[in-house]
């Protein structure tokens, strides 16, 4: 995995409450066992038309918005579980995703992978979209060692909470495997302190 440690970006809005996890990589796609090229199909049933034109009024698809942060409604990753839908976002590129409220297994997948999901008060995001509505240039500035969001323009700041472990392995670019490689010599001094 890549460093986390700061990102300044435009943002992708996605007002919409309730995204679950088919919606986000609709079923018929899980068929690949590696996390490259699910990107192309997140979405897919908003992105697309049924016979296979881009629908130009999603916010995706819509030449206004960019940047690698998507700040969407609450409730964002709810239904079955799908490690997936973490794996098709950061595929697309976006490297944090913003809500009001994550369903607790998107949450986890999406800490697992790179991507970060920032929990922010319903009235915090709500300031985020008017920005974004406002300007769709407006730049969002996310400072993982201070677990801060800023509004970089009005310079409205909001901080938010993550677990110290995750904060750790994503400012180091570690997954759970990596991390134990990282203390490999200590678990050995333990190992051959117990014999």
């Known amino acids: 995995m890549d460093k986390f440690i700061k990102l ?6 996605l007002p919409i409450e309730n995204v679950d996890t088919d919606q986000i990589i609709p079923a ?8 490259e090229g699910f990107g192309e199909n997140l979405f897919r049933d908003w992105r697309y038309h049924k016979d296979g034109s881009m629908n130009a009024d999603f916010a995706l ?3 206004k918005y960019s940047g690698s942060i998507l700040i969407a409604g609450t409730n ?3 239904g079955s579980s799908r490690e997936h839908a973490a794996w098709a976002i950061h595929d697309y590129g976006i490297k944090v995703v913003v809500s009001s409220f994550f369903a607790d297994i998107f949450k986890g997948n999406s800490l697992n992978n790179g991507l970060l999901p920032i929990q922010v008060t319903p009235e915090y995001l709500q300031e985020l979209f008017s920005a974004i509505e406002k300007d769709p240039k407006t730049e969002i500035e996310v400072d993982l060692e201070a677990q801060t969001i800023t509004i970089v323009s009005s310079e409205s700041k909001a901080d ?5 472990y995750k904060k750790m392995c994503l400012l180091n670019g570690y997954d759970d495997i990596d991390f134990l490689i990282s203390n490999q010599s200590e678990i050995e001094a333990f190992e051959k302190a117990r014999t």
């Open 76 to 78: 964002f990753g709810c």
């Open 28 to 35: 018929r796609f899980l068929k690949a066992t590696s996390r």
């Open 8 to 13: 300044t970006s435009t943002a992708i809005p």
């Open 160 to 164: 938010f909470e993550i677990n110290s």
């Open 61 to 63: 698809n819509d030449t």
